[in-house]
């Protein structure tokens, strides 16, 4: 128990600068950038993220459980085949998206640098998130809280240097995240670049085939679910430019951005604090251990979800007037609604968690499903007859009924998961 206090510690002051930051970059959009052009650097990386979530969120999920079952010996090897495997799927969503992206900005009028831009969007995410998720599987949450924070204060560095020496938009904005980004990656590298030189020393030429196949049968069920909660997140936002306007897409992602950021802070530290202890302690066939960690996730979890709409409730104009501009003041409004229906998602999350850690992906794709087309009906209908209101409650409904099948899947199918991986030893 110490030492999960003490590795939960640092993913929560990493999580708490990555917070920090986003915050601020929020206020910068707010004061440099119309809602129109917030609307528009939403949908572009809405659009990059949903790619990441896609195609290289099932992989590094599957790093995460799979290297609680690996000997620490062969990390090398681990470590190199993981990477391949991340990569190939980045180069694949990378060439999707410019697939897509130069038509659809053609005839949109958008500026021609914009799919290049999402592009280089997802190569820095999918590489981000590679690193923190094989950290984080071997439980080194210090350096998680060093990779996540020094990324998060480059790019908010490149943002704000963008934005007073370009003009400001939606294309100079995400020029200077990126700038942010690759500079951190260049320094991160030359201080890591001993440590890793050394493990491509012990790393096999071609890799790991057994590490290979298990990463790659443990993430292939997990792409639909992954498709399914990218759209769950990211939907709302092309809904209601096409319902009521990008402004008004614009306004409803500042707002949502300026809820998630502080869940996401919380969501965070459980997942990369939880999910490692819940995965080690069934390898571990310890049934004591894994009462526990669901004990600690859902408590902490719930707690702090319930914390937050009361405080998005009071403090909603203060938070507004603070964070945001005149011109945003109208998320006032939204802010409680949508804090409701992020704290649905986080405890639907976890009980996904203890899903995902035991294997069940099934589960996950279903509670995914649920949400996605629950969410996007009801922000169609809601939408047209209510406005932005009308999405943040849609919001909720979604959300809402994703947390419900999520507890049924969690409570009638993973206790047989979970002897099925107890009597198995989870052997790779």
């Known amino acids: 128990m110490r030492r999960l206090f003490g590795e939960g510690l640092w993913v929560l002051l990493g999580q708490i600068l990555v917070a920090a930051t986003a915050l601020a970059s929020l206020k910068l959009w707010a004061i440099y950038l119309l809602p129109e052009e917030v609307g528009v650097l939403g949908l572009v990386v809405g659009f990059a993220s949903i790619l990441v979530g896609v195609m290289v969120g099932p992989v590094t999920q599957a790093i995460l459980i799979s290297y609680a079952a690996h000997r620490e010996d062969r990390s090398s090897s681990f470590r190199t ?83 007073h020496i370009m003009p400001p938009t939606a294309a100079s904005a995400m020029t200077g995240v990126l700038f942010g980004a690759f500079v951190f990656f260049l320094v991160s590298s030359f201080l890591f670049r001993q440590e890793r030189f050394a493990l491509s020393q012990r790393a096999t030429g071609g890799g790991d085939p057994a590490v290979r196949d298990r990463i790659r049968q443990m993430a292939r069920p997990l792409y639909p679910s992954s498709a399914l909660a990218s759209v769950t997140e990211m939907l709302n936002r092309y809904l209601i430019a096409v319902t009521i306007g990008v402004g008004a897409a614009g306004i409803f992602v500042v707002s949502y951005g300026l809820v998630k950021r502080p869940y996401g802070l919380l969501n965070g530290v459980t997942d990369f604090t939880m999910r490692p202890v819940m995965a080690s302690a069934i390898a571990e066939r310890d049934t004591a251990r894994i009462a ?137």
């Open 81 to 163: 085949t993981a990477g391949r495997l991340v990569l190939a799927q980045c180069l694949i969503g990378i060439c999707l998206l410019l697939i897509v992206g130069f038509p659809v900005a053609y005839v949109t009028g958008s500026a021609p640098i914009m799919p290049l831009l999402a592009a280089g969007f997802v190569a820095i995410e999918a590489r981000r998130a590679f690193e923190i998720s094989l950290l984080a599987a071997k439980r080194r949450q210090k350096e998680v809280a060093w990779v996540y924070g020094g990324d998060s204060l480059a790019r908010f560095a490149g943002l704000w240097l963008a934005l």
């Open 292 to 428: 526990r960690a669901k004990l600690v996730w859902l408590a902490v979890g719930a707690g702090f979800a319930i914390l937050g709409v009361i405080l998005f409730h009071f403090l909603q104009d203060l938070v507004v007037r603070i964070l945001l501009s005149q011109e945003y003041a109208s998320a006032a409004e939204l802010l409680p609604v949508i804090a409701l229906a992020v704290a649905l998602f986080n405890v639907a999350n976890i009980f996904g968690g203890f899903s995902l850690a035991a294997g069940n992906s099934r589960a996950v794709l279903v509670n995914n499903a649920v949400g996605a087309v629950s969410g996007g009906v009801l922000t169609v209908v809601l939408c047209i007859y209510f406005g932005l209101p009308g999405a943040a409650w849609a919001l909720v409904g979604g959300y809402f009924f994703q947390l419900i099948t999520a507890i049924l899947t969690s409570r009638f199918r993973l206790p047989n998961v979970w002897r099925q991986n107890l009597d198995d030893g989870n052997r790779p």
